[in-house]
């Protein structure tokens, strides 16, 4: 993920200035995170974590494009390394993260 991503020649414009190593510390996070939500799903949790990612990066300089294109990477690479079957069972909360960023971008800008 973190290779794919930091190949990306717009990656600094996508994360701010001096960003790099939150980014990858957000891509790790993103893989208990998901683990945990599969494992014990809370839909709550998850509403409330996204928004407040969204609030906390974008304070730091992430820009909305950074979460598309790091959906869209996490898709990709979760493609290529997951049977079908399991790639199924994620792919859904995926497309839902994916589908909402407009609304995590409005939500979580009124919450800063």
């Known amino acids: 993920m973190n290779t794919t991503m930091l190949k ?8 701010g200035q001096n960003n790099i190593d939150m980014m990858q510390d957000n891509h790790a996070n993103h893989v208990r995170f998901i683990a945990s939500i599969l494992k014990y799903p809370n839909p709550e949790v998850l509403v409330e974590t996204v928004l407040w990612v969204f609030q906390a990066y974008r304070s730091h300089g992430f820009t909305t494009n950074y979460w598309a294109a790091q959906l869209n990477t996490w898709m990709d690479v979760l ?18 993260m994916q589908t909402n960023i407009p609304l995590f ?5 009124e919450k800063a």
């Open 8 to 15: 990306r020649p717009d990656v600094e414009n996508l994360v």
């Open 79 to 96: 493609k290529q390394v997951l049977t079908d079957e399991s790639y199924k069972e994620v792919y859904p909360y995926y497309e839902w």
């Open 105 to 109: 971008v409005k939500i979580s800008g």
